[in-house]
């Protein structure tokens, strides 16, 4: 778990995004990979995982983010995140494994 526990670490202490207050990793199926900032709440990461269309709204570390849209970037499936005036987020899916990184004061989606 450590290589996991570093990568969400990296996610959450990103130099291009110093905004990032969370970073997450989880299975596609769910489970808890990894985890650095308000850790998530038990069966967040099964919703993180199902997540599959934009529209509705998900929960990360007990904060309810809306899910304004999807994108494919590099064969990924990317969801955008927004949680009142100043946070936000965004979910990278792959095949795989679902990273997770979110922002607050100022951040944007697409550096998360």
């Known amino acids: 778990m450590s290589g996991w526990q570093a990568y969400a670490d990296g996610i959450k202490g990103a ?3 110093p905004a990032n207050v969370g ?6 199926q769910g489970g808890v990979w990894a985890q650095a900032g308000i850790p998530l709440k ?5 919703a993180i995982a199902q997540l599959s269309s934009p529209g509705g709204k ?15 970037m590099d064969g990924l499936n990317v969801f955008f995140l ?5 946070k936000g987020g ?11 990184g979110v922002f607050a004061d100022g951040g944007t989606p697409g550096t998360s």
Not at 92 to 100: G, L, M, N, P, R
Request: aromatic share 6%; charged share 20%.
């Open 42 to 46: 038990p069966g967040e990461d099964m």
């Open 90 to 100: 965004a979910i990278y899916k792959s095949t795989q494994a679902v990273c997770i």
């Open 23 to 28: 970073g997450y990793v989880i299975g596609v």
């Open 58 to 72: 998900i929960s990360i570390g007990g904060e309810s983010y809306m899910v304004l849209r999807q994108d494919e």
């Open 15 to 17: 130099p291009g995004a």
């Open 82 to 86: 927004k949680l009142g005036g100043d």
